[in-house]
């Protein structure tokens, strides 16, 4: 009963409030960013499974085994099938090689098809499959046959009317390289076609659907059945391209998110050593009258556990409002509905409070037990803490934190090692510009003397503080640069005319002419490159099958099929790093390279057309693959495939204004196959606009608890600016001197703190470039512009209104004090 009538009166004096405070804001921050980045991250999931139709598939080359189909059911999930082919399509003028997809009729299981009445048009959804004996044909298609719809296509000798243009379908981004153009029937009109025969080629796909629980049995129970070269595919797996695009923005969700736990432990321990600092005296008192080390105990642990629920409870009530809040502000920017949050992410928000008591409060609240008696009389006494194991307990908490927010400890060791660096610049650099600071203030009679004379009068204090500023400016600049510059220079990888087509199994002949079309009409094209499939098969001489036993670890260049090139110049977006382009001998790709553990000298033996070529490597380049135009693992001499049949390849980009004229002309070439992955780079580049979206609501929430943070760590030296001033104000000092040096000593802290975090803002940014997010090192020198002086501007405004009680405080203040 006394802990509990002590903590109501607390309460209401307001010496606990600070800490319950920090510890809401904490919560809050984690819960309401960690539901909000879970409600994003889901909704990533939902639109890489409407590309893939499905949220699992596996493909295979025989017929789906009915087991499969019946356990999925039984399991609880949706079901659905596709066979891909190439097949020749006959109609209007004449033939023309397609890829044809047969679709089960609840096909697809995610996403929607988009159909149009029209030639090329940008079409309407819809998630209905072609009816039996409907086909729909991508406009290209339609185009080259010279077909309306309403009329009839044969597929092999199955009559099918043609019912709908069809601009996108799910499939489609999973069969990216299904060169032909595309056509979609139902699977019910397959066997009248005759087209499946024995040795066809076709490509089967069983798709399933469900929640998560039901998913992760279904895939346990079918992984043991798949056979060789089958495999489980998800929506956000790594090999492909939304893959890709979706983890890498968790990355980015992640990093706003860790960001936010930082600055939930430096608002705890501002906050715990101020309370700290405020029950000094009042445990004294206790000890005076009595009270044991073990009542002592037992009254922390029971207001502290008091204090922690409350802050949990509230701050994951605040938490969820603000994902509330912040998800509607982006309703208006998303092209989906996000899905529901998910409240067992409550726990984090949980966790946080709890880690942060224990590894900001919790050290300094066991030494209060040992607070000597005599404090009663000498109440400035301060008490003798170890600030080195405190700064342990500190770090080792952010750290875990971090840890378990991210979910690995990648992230958060690049983000810590960022915040080393600055501590260490802020307690060198820091240290010396108080110095100059003070020598420059001596010729001074004004608050300028003042000001800057405090910055080195309270040494430690304000280098705390100094750290305290840069830490959160850095942050906030490592925000500003993930959101304005990383995001940028991504979207730059894929800008506006990077190629959308590739033109492949092009004759020698046609060549010229199909050059001079694109010249003509102002086309933008790459170049073009003799082609020759080939494999390695063996290095240095000795044989691939020994070096990788049961093809383990066996690098990509030996356990497939490349496709092989010549060329006098090294061509755009690639780079020759070491060794010589123009020797006779092999140029291989960077990572090729380093995963096959070959160096210049080393010999490749080729196996091209029946003959095997032993040749030394004389190059090694880097290739920029994001660029889209066409490159290759191996660059061989023209002396070695010349001899061979070449088929060439470039990529072309297409505007929506010139793109059925160039198909109408490509027409003109039945044989060559045209590759469209303009459809994959929109929805590509739609979920990074949608990120950079999400993390400017991020990036506000994130800036608006620093500025609570700024308050709390001005408010932790106001007892000791209140006396300062008394002190000043005694001394005959106006309040226009007292303002000026307030004025002075906050400018001089936020413009050393701005400096200092853009420092560490950049080396954060280049780290998270080049280790994290595997993109090419850019300086941001708009960082030290802004970082200087928005500390200045940010930090004396907030500075000067939390010690505005310092300009009012009576000189009896400090009698009283004595």
């Known amino acids: 009963m006394f802990a509990w009538r002590l903590l109501i009166r607390e309460f209401k004096t307001g010496d606990v409030l600070t800490l319950l405070l920090a510890l809401v804001l904490s919560v809050a921050t984690v819960t309401g960013i960690g539901l909000f980045v879970d409600r994003l991250q889901q909704s990533f999931e939902v639109q890489s499974a409407n590309l893939l139709g499905a949220d699992r598939s596996v493909r295979r080359d025989d017929p789906i085994p009915q087991d499969w189909l019946q356990q999925a059911q039984n399991t609880g999930l949706e079901t659905a099938q596709t066979a891909s082919f190439s097949s020749m399509v006959f109609g209007g003028d004449g033939l023309q090689l397609a890829q044809v997809t047969a679709v089960s009729n609840n096909y697809p299981l995610r996403g929607e098809f988009i159909t149009d009445q029209q030639l090329f048009g940008a079409g309407q959804a819809t998630n209905q499959a072609p009816e039996r004996g409907e086909i729909w044909l991508s406009s290209r298609l339609a185009s080259l046959l010279s077909v309306e719809l309403g009329q009839s296509v044969r597929v092999g000798e199955a009559p099918l009317t043609v019912t709908q243009f069809l601009v996108r379908d799910p499939g489609s981004a999973t069969s990216a390289f299904s060169i032909a153009p595309r056509a979609i029937m139902n699977a019910q009109d ?4 005759q087209v499946i025969i024995p040795g066809a080629r076709v490509r089967y796909a069983f798709l399933y659907a469900g929640d998560a629980e039901r998913l992760a049995r279904f895939d346990q129970a079918l992984t043991p059945q798949l056979g060789e070269g089958e495999r489980i595919r998800t929506p956000i797996e790594r090999g492909e391209r939304i893959g890709n695009t979706v983890n890498r923005a968790e990355s980015f969700l992640l990093l706003a998110g860790t960001l936010a736990v930082v600055m939930s432990g430096v608002a705890m321990a501002l ?32 207001q502290v556990t008091l204090i922690t629920l409350l802050g949990i409870v509230l701050g994951s009530g605040l938490g969820l409002l603000i994902q509330s809040l912040i998800a509607d502000l982006l309703a208006s920017l998303m092209s989906s509905r996000l899905p529901e949050p998910s409240l067992s992410k409550l726990w984090l928000g949980a966790a946080t409070a709890v880690i942060s008591i224990l590894a900001f409060c919790a050290p300094l609240l066991a030494r209060l037990v040992n607070v000597p008696p005599l404090r009663v009389l000498q109440p400035n006494a301060g008490l003798q803490v170890s600030s080195s194991s405190l700064f342990t307990f500190g770090l080792v908490g952010m750290y875990g934190l971090m840890v378990i927010y991210a979910g690995g400890w990648r992230l958060p060791s690049t983000v810590m090692f960022g915040l080393a660096v600055v501590t260490g610049l802020v307690f060198l650099v820091g240290w010396g510009l108080f110095a100059v600071s003070r020598r420059l203030s001596k010729q001074s009679t004004t608050g300028w003397q003042v000001g800057l004379a405090a910055l080195h009068r309270r040494l430690v204090s304000n280098l705390f503080q ?42 020698e002949r ?18 073009w490159f003799p082609m020759v499939r080939g494999r390695v098969i063996a290095i240095n001489g000795e044989d691939a099958e020994v070096l990788f036993p049961d093809r383990r670890n066996e690098p990509e260049i030996v356990e497939r099929e490349l496709n092989l090139t010549w060329a006098d110049d090294i061509g755009s977006g690639s780079t020759v790093i070491e060794g010589d382009f123009s020797a006779e001998g092999v140029s291989i790709e960077q990572e090729a390279a380093i995963e096959a553990g070959v ?15 032993t040749l030394p490597i004389t190059s090694i380049r880097t290739v920029d693959w994001q660029s889209m135009q066409p490159n290759f693992y191996l660059i061989l001499p023209q002396s070695v ?22 198909y109408r002309f490509m027409a003109n070439y039945p044989t060559v ?6 459809e994959l780079l929109r929805q590509v580049q739609d979920i990074i606009a949608q990120l950079a979206n999400a993390l400017k609501i991020v990036l506000a929430f994130i800036l608006g608890a620093g500025a609570l943070v700024l308050i709390a760590s001005v408010r932790s030296t106001l007892d000791e600016r209140l006396e300062e001033g008394a002190l000043l104000r005694t001394l005959g000092a106006t309040k ?21 975090g853009a420092a560490g803002a950049e080396l954060a940014l280049v780290g998270l470039q080049h280790f994290v997010f595997e993109m090419a090192v850019t300086i941001h020198p708009l960082l030290w512009l802004v970082g200087p002086l928005a500390g200045w501007g940010i930090v004396t405004i907030i500075g000067v209104f939390a010690s505005r009680a310092v300009l009012k405080v009576p000189p009896i203040r400090l009698l009283r004090s004595i």
């Open 271 to 302: 906050a715990s050593a101020r309370y700290v600092k405020r029950h000094l005296t009042q445990f004294a008192v206790m000890k005076t009258m009595g009270a044991t080390p073990k009542r002592l105990v037992r009254l922390m642990v029971f």
């Open 599 to 613: 160096a210049i000298g080393d010999e490749l033996t080729i196996s091209i057309g029946g003959l095997d070529y």
């Open 641 to 662: 495939l010349s001899d061979y049949q070449a088929n060439y390849v470039s990529s072309v980009f297409l505007k929506e204004d010139n793109a059925a004229q160039f």
């Open 673 to 678: 196959s045209m590759l469209n992955i303009g």
């Open 510 to 527: 046609q060549v010229d002419s199909i050059q001079a079309y694109t010249m003509d009409n102002q086309i933008v094209s790459s170049d």
């Open 466 to 507: 100094l750290l305290v500023f840069t830490l959160i400016i850095m942050l906030s600049l490592v925000l500003v640069g993930v959101q304005s510059n990383l995001i940028r220079d991504w979207q730059a990888q894929i800008p506006e005319d990077t190629p959308n087509h590739y033109l492949f199994n092009v004759q």
């Open 190 to 193: 397959l066997p009248a076609t």
């Open 736 to 756: 226009k001197i007292v303002r000026q040096a307030l004025l002075i000593e906050f400018g001089a802290l936020g413009l050393f703190a701005g400096l200092i």
